[in-house]
């Protein structure tokens, strides 16, 4: 039995705060008893201070609750970060160093050696290296910061694992086209993404390939030796609201056929015996319809959490190609980050060792 711990939210105006609020209303083992956000929305009542943007009505608890200024005085010992990365590269280590667990989604800190980037069914064992850690001048409190990976990073990532685990992988080829959601809020302005499609997204492509590297790599001696993979990555942005589209190639180690790929995707279920709340049943859920998965239909399959593989054929470039989509600010932010924070609290591993309960 676990009792309910408290818990903050960082950034918690922002897109990917909000959907905090919304996976964490009624979670069995967490309670929302802190937000914060910057100067703009500190001292005005969250309610005041979101533009709520969720198809579900802003609970009226949280709506009244009020917004605090994003230091750590006051402060729970476990807090979800949705900080943009250059302010989160500012203030997450002064949480860490007060002997905070940090939970972020942030790309500030997921490539330093010694802060994990976890998908919990790709690569939970890789959470130890938080243990490494040490935050501040003032010696260790025991906190530390856990990152999940990019939004569509981690779409391709779990679709990848099972692949990578059976057969080997030599080579990906993927691109993407990715919801306007990903870009925060307001994000993308409307003039220039309405009924049109742009194929840049700052560092995407590069956060993409190397932490993929990271996510399916190995740990050894305590650090992480990335996959030893081909990979190339063209990154779009689409009039989509949520959801990651990803068109991907595979070069295998091995010679597979489709029922070989498809049972590989349909028996990888990792987190089947750890009863994790947000966990989806079905992590990769192929549909085999031949216009499948479109993000309107496909992006909420396991409450946001599966990705859904489509289109399964061979590749006349590399040996297979498919479609994934992936719901980019559930199973791309926050419902990884909760993940994240579950997996750990099952292992009795989420309150940093210098806090009290
Ligand atoms: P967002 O909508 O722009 O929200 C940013 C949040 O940060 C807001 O709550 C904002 O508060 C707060 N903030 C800004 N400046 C601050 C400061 N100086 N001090 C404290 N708080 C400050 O961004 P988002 O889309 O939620 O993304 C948050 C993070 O998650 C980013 O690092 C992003 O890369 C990552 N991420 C996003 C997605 C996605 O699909 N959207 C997916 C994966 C990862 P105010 O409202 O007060 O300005």
């Not at 802003?58 to 476990?78: C, G, Q």
């Not at 947000?278 to 399959?301: G, H, I, K, N, S």
Request: hydrophobic share 40%; proline share 8%; aromatic share 6%.
């Amino acid at each position: 039995m676990h009792s309910r711990q408290s818990v903050g939210i960082l950034g918690a105006t922002g897109m990917v705060g909000q959907r905090f609020i919304q996976l964490l209303e009624d979670h069995p083992w967490f309670e929302i008893t802190w937000l914060a956000a910057s100067d703009r929305s500190s001292g005005k009542t969250y309610g005041e201070a979101v533009r709520w943007k969720l198809d579900t009505p802003l609970p009226a608890r949280i709506a009244s609750m009020p917004v605090s200024p994003a230091t750590p005085e006051n402060a729970p010992k476990i807090l979800f970060a949705a900080l943009d990365t250059d302010i989160a590269r500012d203030l997450e280590p002064n949480f860490a160093a007060a002997g905070c667990a940090v939970i972020s989604n942030s790309s500030a800190f997921r490539m330093q050696a010694d802060v994990p980037l976890v998908i919990p069914e790709v690569n939970p064992e890789h959470l130890t290296l938080a243990s490494r850690q040490s935050w501040g001048a003032n010696g260790n409190l025991g906190g530390y910061i856990v990152t999940n990976p990019n939004c569509s990073a981690i779409g391709l990532v779990v679709a990848l694992k099972p692949l990578a685990d059976r057969f080997g992988l030599k080579a990906v080829f993927v691109s993407t086209m990715q919801a306007v959601s990903g870009a925060g809020y307001p994000g993308v302005p409307s003039l220039d993404i309405l009924g049109n499609v742009v194929p840049f997204i700052r560092n995407e492509e590069e956060k993409l390939v190397e932490e993929t590297g990271k996510l399916l790599g190995t740990l050894q001696d305590g650090r992480i030796a990335p996959y030893p993979l081909r990979m190339t990555a063209h990154c779009n942005r689409v009039a989509v609201e949520d959801g990651h589209t990803e068109s991907v190639s595979v070069q295998l180690a091995a010679k597979v056929t489709r029922e070989e790929i498809l049972a590989a995707w349909r028996e990888f279920q990792p987190l089947a015996a750890d009863s994790l709340p947000t966990a989806p049943a079905q992590p990769v859920e192929f549909d085999p319809a031949e216009d499948r998965p479109q993000p309107r239909l496909d992006r909420m399959r396991g409450r946001g959490m599966t990705v859904t593989a489509g289109r399964l054929r061979p590749c006349t470039l590399l040996d297979w190609k498919f479609t994934i989509l992936s719901h980019n600010t559930i199973r791309g932010a926050a419902g990884a980050a909760l993940l994240n924070a579950e997996l750990l609290a099952s292992q009795n591993r989420l309150l940093p060792s210098g806090a009290a309960e």
